[in-house]
């Protein structure tokens, strides 16, 4: 059954659209860090910058083959999208990072960074990324043979795919839920739901454009054959893998070239048809060899293996028999190196976030203290201004320019503190932001306006009260003095 590749190609094909990078299994010759790029991130302005460059370093690794190489800058990019705080870089580092787990056979990290991405996805609620993330789970548990699970994420990815608003996003993710559910399905031997899934797929594809539909047919046509196969109609079955054949040549697909090829000459095999089955082997072969897809060399060898020996030339089927066990052994080698360098970067990745996460709380702690020093500073300047207004006779202009002085920086603080808690509540959208902001202007400013007005009219009354009080005293104090000095003319008279 063809699904897992042909959900590999379509979750490439489309994180490639979206500006990312992709996995990929080809393995080329190696060459030399170019001192270009490390001059790039030593030399970087700004954290942005450095993550772009390091984006680049990713990107030349993962072309060279250097898997080892590129997971650490896959790395040091999550550290980077973690230190600018911008959601949607995080989501698409640890987006990438799920399929580079995934296509080396670690499912523990894979779904560990692909269930990382839907949760961040949904607390920002970008409906893409929750999509593609419900889709990527779906393929983890699909490897693991857990099919159910599998079937449950991807129905949950295509409730949500409903509430995209650009259709051609839509049309394109429904082509490929409705392949993926279609092949699920199949494994399940539900062979109605399959067939029903796979016709939706098939009819979903023709609203794209053309290059779009070929790469979401070829996905799905040996799923038909392998459906019609099952249910006993093998001419039809027949017509749709040689489709399959040739929608993969058209599209230039070594590695579908070499699944497809695959799953005709097992048809093939089963019939006894055992030249035919040769021929479509090899040529799968020849694409595999050329892709160095391992699995499909791995696997087109034990066909011919098979068909040798059946026919009993034994040369042959020795000889095939001989390349399986040794790309087996290849792979067996390759997935122990795999998994003591992922072990590796998991732990690098760990510390990354072990750091982050230290950083973040130092500065939550020193924004906490500056906090609380904004706020004593407020409280004392209310205090020793009630002082100043109740004990001091003062400039009634004083008394009206340090109360709204005060109250600005006390709203102002509240606006401060709320920002923060408005920005997340909006998952930072501007329109939202500027909403909320607003509807907090409306709040605040006839509150502030009514403060402003009140306290200052009544700390004028208050300090013209003590004016006058004191002018009391003072015409008291002066009259008791005036009556003193009479009564003391008097008495020097007598």
Not at 2 to 10: T, V
Not at 20 to 25: D, E, K, S
Not at 132 to 159: G, T, W
Request: aromatic share 10%; glycine share 4%.
């Amino acid at each position: 059954m063809p699904p897992i590749h042909s959900i590999l190609i379509i979750v490439k094909t489309f994180i490639l659209m979206i500006g990312v990078a992709a996995v990929t299994v080809d393995v080329v010759a190696q060459q030399p860090f170019p001192d270009s790029l490390k001059q790039k991130i030593d030399h970087a302005p700004d954290l942005q910058k450095k993550y772009d460059a390091q984006r680049e370093v990713y990107l030349f690794f993962e072309r060279s083959g250097n898997h080892t190489e590129s997971g650490r800058a896959l790395g040091e990019m999550l550290s980077l999208a973690q230190q600018l705080k911008n959601d949607t870089l995080v989501i698409h580092v640890n987006y990438i990072l799920g399929w580079f787990f995934l296509v080396r056979g670690d499912f523990k990290m894979a779904l560990e960074f692909l269930l990382k991405t839907l949760r961040i996805a949904e607390s920002v609620n970008i409906n893409d990324h929750i999509i593609s993330a419900h889709n990527s789970i779906s393929v983890v548990y699909f490897d693991m043979k857990n099919y159910p699970e599998a079937v449950r994420y991807l129905r949950k990815a295509l409730d949500i795919c409903q509430l995209l608003e650009i259709k051609t996003k839509r049309n394109g993710w429904l082509a490929t839920l409705y392949t993926n559910l279609s092949g699920n399905y199949n494994e399940l031997n539900k062979i109605d739901s399959a067939l029903k899934y796979a016709q939706l797929a098939n009819q979903q594809t023709y609203e794209l454009k053309t290059s779009e539909r070929q790469s979401q047919q070829v996905a799905f046509l040996s799923t038909f054959g392998d459906i019609y196969e099952k249910l006993g109609d093998n001419e039809l079955a027949e017509t749709y893998y040689r489709r399959s054949i040739i929608m993969a040549d058209s599209i230039n697909s070594l590695q579908f070239a070499a699944d497809n090829n695959h799953y005709y000459s097992k048809f093939l095999f089963k019939r006894e048809r055992f030249n035919e089955a040769v021929s479509a082997s090899l040529k799968g072969l020849h694409a595999a060899q050329t892709s160095d897809y391992k699995l499909a060399i791995i696997k087109a060898a034990n066909i011919l293996r098979n068909t040798y020996f059946k026919r009993n030339l034994r040369d042959s089927a020795y000889y095939y028999a001989n390349m399986e066990a040794n790309y087996r052994d290849t792979v067996y080698n390759e997935q122990n190196l795999n998994q003591v360098n992922d072990m590796t970067l998991a732990e690098q990745i760990r510390q990354h976030e072990e750091d982050q996460h230290l950083y973040d709380q130092k500065q939550k702690a020193k924004r906490n203290i500056q906090y609380s020093a904004i706020a004593i500073g407020i409280i004392s300047f209310t205090i020793l201004f009630l002082l100043f207004s109740r004990s001091i006779v003062a400039n009634p202009k004083l008394i009206k320019i340090l109360g709204i002085v005060g109250l600005l920086i006390t709203f102002e603080f509240i606006n401060l503190i709320l920002h923060p808690y408005v920005a997340h509540i909006t998952h930072e959208s501007p329109f939202l932001m500027l909403l909320g902001m607003v509807l907090l202007a409306a709040l605040l400013v006839p509150i502030h306006h009514y403060l402003e007005k009140r306290i200052t009219q009544q700390l004028v009354q208050k300090n013209r009260k003590i004016k006058i009080a004191a002018a009391k005293k003072l015409l008291e104090k002066y009259d008791h003095e005036e009556g003193a000095n009479k009564n003391n003319e008097l008495r020097m008279n007598t």
